[in-house]
Nanobody, 123 residues
């Protein structure tokens, strides 16, 4: 059974930092592209970042480029999202997802999802 478990969310002031983690089990982690998505209340799920299988290729949403960094540790079956310079508009539930494909910006490309972790940025 595949499980993706996010952690590291919380309440932070604008300009602060958080590091999200997503621990995977039940799959061959290195065979999956890993993405982060977020969903704010009343809004559609939004792509944040993706890292390909080897970790050598990443892609970011324009809204987070230069502030967020995605990384992975295949030995620990974990993907991370380092968030700096947080803004109130970053407030959302952040979820990680695993894709057997290339891993793009469309949620339908992902096969497995975590439950999400809440990130709240106060102004």
């Amino acid at each position: 059974q595949v499980q993706l478990e996010e952690s590291g969310g919380g309440l932070v002031q604008a300009g602060g930092s958080l590091r999200l983690s997503c621990a995977a089990s039940g799959l061959t982690f290195s065979s999956y592209a890993m993405g982060w998505f977020r969903q704010a209340p009343g809004k559609e799920r939004e792509f944040v970042a993706v890292i390909r299988r080897s970790g050598g290729s990443t892609r970011y949403a324009d809204s987070v480029k230069g502030r967020f960094t995605i990384s992975r540790d295949n030995a620990k079956n974990t993907v991370y999202l380092q968030m700096k310079g947080l803004k109130p508009e970053d407030t959302a539930v952040y979820s990680c997802a695993a894709s057997t494909g290339w891993g793009g910006v469309d949620p339908v490309e992902y096969d497995y999802w975590g439950q999400g972790t809440q990130v709240t940025v106060s102004s």
